[in-house]
Protein backbone atom coordinates (compact mmCIF):
# COMPACT_ATOMS: atom_id res chain seq x y z
CA UNK A 1 0.00 0.00 0.00
CA UNK A 2 1.26 3.60 -1.15
CA UNK A 3 0.72 5.88 1.90
CA UNK A 4 -1.41 8.82 0.85
CA UNK A 5 -0.10 12.30 0.90
CA UNK A 6 -1.44 15.91 -0.17
CA UNK A 7 0.67 18.83 -0.78
CA UNK A 8 -0.21 22.42 -1.61
CA UNK A 9 0.34 23.30 -5.68
CA UNK A 10 -0.57 26.22 -7.61
CA UNK A 11 -3.89 25.76 -8.33
CA UNK A 12 -4.78 23.65 -4.42
CA UNK A 13 -3.53 20.43 -3.49
CA UNK A 14 -1.84 17.28 -4.65
CA UNK A 15 -3.17 14.18 -3.56
CA UNK A 16 -1.21 10.95 -3.87
CA UNK A 17 -1.36 7.20 -2.64
CA UNK A 18 -3.82 5.04 -2.02
CA UNK A 19 -7.51 5.93 -0.93
CA UNK A 20 -8.27 2.95 0.49
CA UNK A 21 -10.07 2.15 4.01
CA UNK A 22 -7.39 1.72 5.55
CA UNK A 23 -5.63 5.68 4.91
CA UNK A 24 -8.66 8.08 4.20
CA UNK A 25 -9.51 8.78 8.08
CA UNK A 26 -6.02 10.16 8.36
CA UNK A 27 -6.71 12.39 5.24
CA UNK A 28 -9.91 13.83 6.30
CA UNK A 29 -8.61 16.61 8.36
CA UNK A 30 -5.63 17.20 5.99
CA UNK A 31 -7.70 17.84 3.14
CA UNK A 32 -9.71 20.03 4.83
CA UNK A 33 -6.84 21.44 6.24
CA UNK A 34 -5.61 22.42 2.71
CA UNK A 35 -9.47 23.86 1.59
CA UNK A 36 -9.41 26.21 5.00
CA UNK A 37 -5.75 27.33 4.34
CA UNK A 38 -5.76 28.29 0.72
CA UNK A 39 -7.66 31.47 1.27
CA UNK A 40 -9.12 31.55 -2.47
CA UNK A 41 -12.73 30.85 -3.40
CA UNK A 42 -11.90 28.06 -5.80
CA UNK A 43 -9.58 25.11 -5.82
CA UNK A 44 -8.52 22.17 -7.35
CA UNK A 45 -7.65 18.87 -6.25
CA UNK A 46 -5.38 16.95 -8.34
CA UNK A 47 -5.70 13.12 -8.21
CA UNK A 48 -3.15 11.79 -10.95
CA UNK A 49 -0.89 10.52 -8.30
CA UNK A 50 -3.39 8.44 -6.24
CA UNK A 51 -2.95 4.69 -7.00
CA UNK A 52 -5.69 2.22 -5.49
CA UNK A 53 -8.98 3.30 -4.41
CA UNK A 54 -12.43 2.10 -3.19
CA UNK A 55 -15.48 2.88 -1.85
CA UNK A 56 -13.87 4.81 0.98
CA UNK A 57 -11.57 6.77 -1.03
CA UNK A 58 -15.08 7.77 -3.09
CA UNK A 59 -16.39 8.93 0.15
CA UNK A 60 -13.33 11.19 1.27
CA UNK A 61 -13.75 12.68 -2.19
CA UNK A 62 -17.70 14.01 -1.12
CA UNK A 63 -16.37 14.70 2.16
CA UNK A 64 -14.38 16.99 1.05
CA UNK A 65 -16.80 18.49 -1.33
CA UNK A 66 -18.90 19.18 1.36
CA UNK A 67 -16.55 20.28 3.54
CA UNK A 68 -15.04 22.80 0.81
CA UNK A 69 -19.20 24.40 0.23
CA UNK A 70 -19.87 25.07 3.90
CA UNK A 71 -16.82 26.87 3.79
CA UNK A 72 -17.83 28.63 0.30
CA UNK A 73 -15.16 26.96 -1.31
CA UNK A 74 -15.54 25.85 -5.08
CA UNK A 75 -13.74 22.40 -5.13
CA UNK A 76 -13.17 20.54 -8.24
CA UNK A 77 -10.87 17.20 -8.99
CA UNK A 78 -8.89 16.99 -11.49
CA UNK A 79 -7.24 13.58 -13.32
CA UNK A 80 -9.60 11.18 -11.34
CA UNK A 81 -7.90 7.74 -11.55
CA UNK A 82 -10.68 5.15 -14.08
CA UNK A 83 -11.10 2.66 -10.77
CA UNK A 84 -11.96 5.47 -8.50
CA UNK A 85 -14.60 6.60 -10.99
CA UNK A 86 -15.89 3.33 -11.88
CA UNK A 87 -16.32 3.13 -8.54
CA UNK A 88 -18.34 6.22 -8.52
CA UNK A 89 -20.38 5.62 -11.44
CA UNK A 90 -21.28 2.29 -9.79
CA UNK A 91 -22.68 4.53 -6.83
CA UNK A 92 -23.99 7.20 -9.05
CA UNK A 93 -22.03 9.97 -7.40
CA UNK A 94 -19.74 10.37 -10.18
CA UNK A 95 -21.56 13.20 -11.54
CA UNK A 96 -20.73 15.15 -7.74
CA UNK A 97 -17.29 14.37 -8.03
CA UNK A 98 -17.13 15.49 -12.24
CA UNK A 99 -19.41 19.05 -11.11
CA UNK A 100 -17.65 22.30 -11.06
CA UNK A 101 -18.05 22.16 -7.58
CA UNK A 102 -20.73 24.90 -7.30
Known sequence: MVQPEISPDQDGCR?????????????????????RDSGK??????????????????ALLLEWLDRARQQGVCLQFRNLPDGLMSIAQLSNVDGLLLADGS
Do not use: H, N, P, Y
Not at 15 to 35: P, R
Open 41 to 58: KSLVFDCAAVGRADSAGV
Open 15 to 35: VSGDLVFATVTQLLAVGEKCI
